[in-house]
C-alpha cells in the first residue's frame, strides 16, 4: 500500500515528535515542508504556498515519511465516508445482488486498505476493480454513470 501513489493533493500530515533524531538531515525543501505539515492543511495547499511541484512535494513527504518525522492523518478529508461506502454498496448491490458487500470488501482488502480508511484517491480504482465484476453491459454503465455522479457530489 502506498498512499503517496496517484493524486495527493488531499492527503494531511503532521509532524512527529521525536526524543532521538539522531543523524537525519533534511535538506531545504524537506524542511519546507516538514513546516507547513500542521495535521490540517492538504498537500494541495502546501504546494501552492510552496510553489513545489507535486513530484517535488511527493519526493520530500515520502522521506519525511522515510524518517517517521512525520504522519497521515486519519480521518480527514482525504478519506471515503460512510456516507459515500454506503450508497457505493447500495449501487453495486442492484448491479450484482447480495454478494456486492463482501466483494466490496475484497476488492478494498486487494487494494492494501481497511473499510474505514479508503483513501479518496483511490476511488476511481475502487470503481474500475468493481465494474469488472459486473457482467451486463446496462448494469456496469449504470452503475459507473451513478457513482461518478455521487463522487462529484461529495467532491472526491
Known amino acids: 500500500m502506498d498512499i503517496l501513489s496517484g493524486d495527493i493533493s488531499l492527503l494531511v500530515f503532521r509532524r512527529v515528535a521525536l526524543s532521538n533524531m539522531g543523524d537525519i538531515s533534511l535538506d531545504s525543501r524537506m524542511l519546507e515542508v516538514l513546516m507547513e505539515l500542521d495535521g490540517k492543511k492538504n498537500l494541495g495547499s502546501i504546494s501552492k504556498k510552496t510553489g513545489m511541484t507535486t513530484g517535488n512535494l511527493r519526493e520530500s513527504v515520502s522521506k519525511l515519511l522515510k524518517f517517521n518525522l512525520i504522519e497521515i492523518v486519519e480521518g480527514t478529508g482525504a ?78
Open 79 to 156: 478519506f471515503l465516508d460512510n456516507d459515500f461506502m454506503g450508497y457505493l454498496n447500495e449501487q453495486f448491490a442492484l448491479a450484482i445482488g447480495p454478494v456486492a458487500e463482501v466483494i466490496i470488501e475484497d476488492a478494498v482488502s486487494d487494494l492494501g486498505y481497511k473499510m474505514s480508511q479508503i483513501p479518496s484517491h483511490k476511488i476511481a480504482e475502487l470503481i474500475d476493480l468493481l465494474s469488472a465484476e459486473i457482467q451486463r453491459d446496462e448494469k456496469k454503465e449504470a452503475f459507473k454513470l451513478n457513482m461518478i455522479r455521487r463522487i462529484k457530489e461529495k467532491g472526491y
